[in-house]
């Protein structure tokens, strides 16, 4: 089973959800034993292909971090808080996390851009 950990304790991602912004970018920062990443693997591509398919969906990348890591990060794109709370709380998707080896730690966040001028342009 996946265990959650808060990226940010002062706001959770249950605190998150139920803001109105769009578009929204959720970060994922996974922490697993390396016996369990090709258990990680296939969790993840069953849960990503399931959220593929749902309404306010953009994209995914999953990245593994160099020199041996077991961290794993996914950083995906939704229309909306309001898209990406209805497929993070559907139960087809919570039930799904059961299929997490049992030493996979997640901290989803979820983030907004920024526009900095002459460096980034924001939503």
Not at 26 to 35: K, Q, Y
Not at 55 to 74: D, K, R
Request: hydrophobic share 45%.
């Amino acid at each position: 089973m996946l265990q959650l950990k808060p990226l940010d304790k002062n706001v959770p991602i249950f605190q998150q959800i139920n803001s109105d912004v769009s578009p929204v970018v959720l970060v994922n920062i996974f922490h697993v034993a390396e016996a369990d990443i090709p258990a990680l693997m296939k969790a993840w591509e069953a849960d990503a292909n399931w959220m593929k398919k749902q309404p306010g969906y953009i994209s995914t990348q999953l990245h593994q971090g160099i020199a041996g890591s077991n961290v794993f990060m996914n950083y995906a794109l939704w229309e909306s808080v309001a898209h990406f709370r209805a497929a993070f709380t559907h139960p087809e998707f919570t039930d799904a996390l059961s299929h997490y080896p049992s030493s996979a730690v997640a901290s989803p966040h979820l983030f907004t851009r920024l526009t900095v001028p002459n460096l980034c342009v924001g939503p």
